[in-house]
């Protein structure tokens, strides 16, 4: 009996330790999806290509991938044995005991981060049909999976794809159509001047931010604008932002890039995020009332954070956040025609000019922080289905394309990634921009063909994001487009990113918007064509300590004051990173 009893103790112990690390790997996770071992030698070491260099700096309590890895393959049977056996009595105690001692986070945010997630975890690792192996290579990418439940892919229509005709800038006289983007806001409506900005909870510069360690000075404190440190953006400040936006820029259209809620993850309602979502939609009617606002639906919008149920599963439903959204989004500028649209999967497709369209897609619905995916990855809902045909109609009608998301491609799980590049390639002539957040720092990623991966055919932006989590300044940008003419293409042609510097505005009391760069001046890059971006990031790749390479780290960064230090084997994995954009191969650089 002695022996048995033992047994189920270290299993709920083993559970509980999964579980603990699972959790808090995601609410540490602000971001970290790209990383790489080496300097991008393979595939496999360079699936991930945001360096570990910058995400250890900036995270010292997170686990290694490795790590993780070891012991999701060593505790996951013994997990999913327990659950079978309905064997979860004092899970939330022991989990919580787990992940204090390991110093994960504070015994609130522990157990609140439990209770949050637990009866999804649950669900899902009863009911999937995956191996521990291969549940345990999907959500960490431990290695590569052939289970058709996620090896899948799209089908195209019967229709060549035409003959791939070069793109020729347009006339300096020609007219331009200016888009502004806003991504990532993160407003935080308990941020408190003065409060922690270094805690032990995930997110400070709150009324609750405490620590064990930290007292309160003016060194931890956190400044009245924002702060540097794991903390996200004050309301003031994202107001400020609005009324300098509305003063002095001109532009036609905005594309709103989605994450709207603060980062406290583990202490979120869905009247929360509703709140979130309605205060900003009347800042966007205040300060822009006669513009067209494309959203695009964020991770952080659901509660709990990433999990978007499909319509399979029983246990639980989205249809309170898509109904808020479509109420929302009427009201911002798209069509009555677009509602149902809305609630059905937050993804839709508007008409703006004769030959331009935009596309705005759902992109919850491919990362492996969607846990609910692990019951079956194939394109939920049908979207990249709607997606090919809505771009086929566009082909057949002459009509250019822009495309909006939250989650860049290559953050997604490797089916859905690599269908979405077999899209991009066979619509290359429609396709002509690629706008995203997700990353909050300042990147491209770059799309080459299929049959000659020397030749670059699609680019897309991760723009800045305006919280300042972790060590940024708020920022937004505005894209320079040939358009607004009959004969424009609707490509992008330059743009500008703007800038508060925290250290400044804290400092002196004062915010000063100021630009940060435009990147044909900056970089000299004659246009921004995907080759031209590849042949610079190529460039770079050779003169990795020169003006150039280190100009782009800084934007990339933001132009932070605080932001970890890179050497030039840092800046190769980061901006090799920049020509991977699918998660199941590689481009050498």
């Known amino acids: 009996m002695r022996i048995k009893i033992n047994l189920t103790c270290y299993q709920l112990l083993a559970f509980n330790a999964f579980f603990s690390l699972t959790l808090l790997a995601k609410i540490f996770s602000l971001p970290f999806e790209k990383q790489a071992t080496d300097i991008c030698r393979n595939q496999v070491d360079c699936k991930y290509l945001l360096t570990e260099d910058l995400r250890n700096r900036q995270y010292e309590r997170r686990p290694t991938r490795r790590q993780l890895c070891d012991f999701c393959r060593i505790t996951l049977p013994l997990v999913r044995e327990l659950i079978k056996r309905n064997k979860t009595d004092h899970i939330h105690d022991i989990a919580s005991f787990v992940c204090e001692k390991l110093n994960l986070a504070d015994d609130i945010v522990c157990n609140m981060a439990i209770q949050t997630y637990q009866s999804s975890v649950f669900s899902v690792t009863r009911n999937t049909e995956l191996s521990s192996l291969e549940m345990c290579s999907l959500a960490l990418g431990c290695s590569k999976i052939e289970n058709p439940i996620i090896a899948w892919n799209i089908t195209f229509p019967n229709v060549p794809k035409p003959p791939v005709e070069p793109v020729n800038p347009p006339k300096p006289t020609s007219k331009k159509f200016r888009i502004l983007q806003l991504s990532d806001i993160h407003i935080d409506f308990e941020y408190l001047p003065g409060s922690l900005a270094e805690c032990d909870q995930p997110l400070c510069c709150r009324n609750q931010s405490s620590s064990k360690s930290k007292i309160k000075n003016e060194d931890s404190s956190a400044g009245f604008w924002g702060d540097y440190r794991n903390c996200d953006i004050p309301v003031w400040t994202v107001e400020d932002m609005f009324k300098f936006i509305a003063k002095?820029?001109?532009?036609?259209?905005?594309?709103?890039?989605?994450?709207?809620?603060?980062?406290?993850?583990?202490?979120?309602?869905?009247?929360?995020?509703?709140?979130?979502?309605?205060?900003?939609?009347?800042?966007?009617?205040?300060?822009?009332?006669?513009?067209?606002?494309?959203?695009?639906?964020?991770?952080?919008?659901?509660?709990?954070?990433?999990?978007?149920?499909?319509?399979?599963?029983?246990?639980?439903?989205?249809?309170?956040?898509?109904?808020?959204?479509?109420?929302?989004?009427?009201?911002?500028?798209?069509?009555?025609?677009?509602?149902?649209?809305?609630?059905?999967?937050?993804?839709?497709?508007?008409?703006?000019?004769?030959?331009?369209?935009?596309?705005?897609?759902?992109?919850?619905?491919?990362?492996?922080?969607?846990?609910?995916?692990?019951?079956?990855?194939?394109?939920?809902?049908?979207?990249?289905?709607?997606?090919?045909?809505?771009?086929?109609?566009?082909?057949?009608?002459?009509?250019?394309?822009?495309?909006?998301?939250?989650?860049?491609?290559?953050?997604?799980?490797?089916?859905?990634?690599?269908?979405?590049?077999?899209?991009?390639?066979?619509?290359?002539?429609?396709?002509?921009?690629?706008?995203?957040?997700?990353?909050?720092?300042?990147?491209?990623?770059?799309?080459?063909?299929?049959?000659?991966?020397?030749?670059?055919?699609?680019?897309?932006?991760?723009?800045?994001?305006?919280?300042?989590?972790?060590?940024?300044?708020?920022?937004?940008?505005?894209?320079?487009?040939?358009?607004?003419?009959?004969?424009?293409?609707?490509?992008?042609?330059?743009?500008?990113?703007?800038?508060?510097?925290?250290?400044?505005?804290?400092?002196?009391?004062?915010?000063?918007?100021?630009?940060?760069?435009?990147?044909?001046?900056?970089?000299?890059?004659?246009?921004?064509?995907?080759?031209?971006?590849?042949?610079?990031?190529d460039k770079l790749l050779e003169n990795i300590d020169g003006d150039f390479a280190n100009k782009l780290f800084k934007f990339y960064s933001k132009s932070s004051d605080s932001f970890p230090e890179c050497d030039s084997e840092c800046k190769k994995k980061l901006f090799c990173s920049f020509k991977q954009s699918r998660s199941d191969s590689f481009i050498p650089c």
């Open 248 to 537: 002095n820029e001109k532009f036609d259209l905005i594309y709103w890039t989605g994450d709207l809620p603060p980062h406290n993850i583990w202490n979120q309602t869905r009247n929360d995020q509703i709140s979130a979502l309605e205060h900003l939609t009347q800042l966007f009617l205040k300060y822009f009332p006669k513009k067209v606002i494309l959203p695009a639906l964020g991770n952080h919008e659901s509660a709990p954070c990433n999990l978007f149920p499909t319509p399979t599963v029983k246990e639980d439903s989205i249809e309170w956040l898509y109904n808020a959204l479509a109420k929302e989004w009427i009201k911002t500028g798209l069509p009555d025609s677009l509602f149902e649209n809305i609630k059905n999967g937050a993804f839709y497709s508007i008409k703006i000019a004769p030959n331009f369209r935009v596309i705005s897609l759902n992109t919850n619905y491919c990362p492996k922080e969607n846990f609910w995916l692990f019951l079956n990855t194939t394109d939920p809902l049908g979207q990249l289905d709607w997606f090919v045909k809505t771009l086929q109609e566009s082909e057949d009608n002459n009509e250019k394309v822009h495309v909006i998301g939250h989650i860049d491609p290559s953050q997604c799980l490797e089916s859905w990634s690599a269908n979405y590049y077999k899209i991009v390639n066979r619509y290359e002539s429609t396709i002509v921009g690629q706008i995203f957040g997700h990353s909050h720092k300042d990147e491209i990623s770059l799309f080459y063909d299929l049959e000659n991966i020397t030749r670059a055919i699609n680019v897309a932006y991760l723009g800045p994001s305006v919280t300042t989590l972790s060590y940024l300044n708020p920022s937004y940008r505005i894209y320079e487009v040939d358009g607004n003419h009959r004969s424009a293409t609707w490509q992008i042609l330059d743009y500008t990113t703007m800038y508060l510097n925290l250290t400044e505005a804290n400092m002196f009391n004062q915010t000063k918007w100021k630009k940060e760069y435009s990147a044909r001046e900056e970089f000299q890059i004659e246009n921004l064509f995907p080759q031209n971006w590849s042949d610079f990031i």
